[in-house]
């Protein structure tokens, strides 16, 4: 089944940080986030710095700047012992069940940036699978929750783990992501994905110039298609190379929410620990849900789901009376 973007951007709470490196609080205003890359569709445009603007790639993450985007940032921070709840809004919702995209249909981007070891040309230096190994950019760590109402919250728990040790979940076991209703029970997520803008190794892999000087026609990543990887599956690739194992997608980290046991997820937040040593940095949210044609066929089926129990019902109580002479004769000679 296709799906697209409702993703999002109502700021619900001011958790947001009050300290470096970035202060959305008194900038943000509900809903004009819209404009700031609120829409589950991050901008092409990673910033600009000496003159110089720079497009979003996995060697390019968005800038983190000071209040008021100097560079040109979409970057929201959520600072140590702070936390932030995102609205999906009035006109969508992410799907929570698995008819799309195998229940992997939250992506968060958190402008996460590879190193290049070979500066211009888009060589990864990740040699294992170790969190953040790779990354030029701080750790990107948060909990995890969802809700369909605002009020009653579900925590992400990854391979069983919780406290305050992140973990990088892998999509390769569904499995693994659990939804509990006690916060204490949650995993520290680490958000390592890198993202990509336009679904090309033609372009600079470092992003060295404007979108605007992209040549047209240059396709664009799909911002619904999950990344279904994790960061050492980039481990030492060219940049033609990771822009294949992408296959399309703009990346990012994808969670599974099949098992929240919610109808639709309205409300994500994200809260980091006290703990932790640097801000949660979120560039964008997508949730996906199924094509207006697909969600009209499967609520049509789920109310006549009642009907059909009530004729099969029917049926075997027919079945029942027109053997009964039978089933009696049986047991009385059995």
Known sequence: MKGFIFATGVLLSAGVCAAAPVNWAGTIVTPGVAANGWNGKFNAFAGSYGGAS?????????????????????????????????????????AAGTAVNNGFTIGVQAGAGLIDTQ??????????????????????????????????????????????????PNPADPSE???????????????????????????APDGNYAPGTVSAGTPVADFSRPFLGTLASFSNQSWSQLVTTLD???????????GTGLETINYIQFTVPSSAKYSMLIESVAGVVPEPATLAMLLSGLALLPLRRRRQSRRINESTWRTGQER???????
């Not at 990740?126 to 925590?155: D, H």
């Not at 939804?179 to 190794?201: M, T």
């Open 248 to 258: 399309g997608s703009a990346g990012g980290t994808w969670l599974n929410v099949s």
């Open 177 to 203: 992501y659990k939804w509990v209703s006690s916060s204490s029970a949650a995993s520290l997520i680490a958000f390592d994905i890198p993202g990509n803008y336009f679904n090309s190794s033609r372009i």
């Open 119 to 168: 500066y211009g040309s888009g060589v990864t230096g990740i040699t294992g699978g170790t969190i953040n190994n790779g990354n030029y950019t701080n750790p990107r760590e948060a909990f995890v929750a969802v809700s369909q109402n605002g009020t009653t919250w579900k925590y992400l728990q990854f391979n069983g783990i919780s406290g305050n040790t992140a973990v990088e």
């Open 328 to 334: 009696r004769h049986d047991r009385a000679t059995g």
């Open 54 to 94: 720079y497009t979003v790639t996995p060697f390019d993450g968005a800038f983190a700047t000071t209040a008021g985007g100097s560079y040109g940032a979409t970057l929201l921070a959520v600072a140590p012992g702070s936390s932030v709840e995102l609205s999906f809004g009035t006109n969508g919702y992410a």
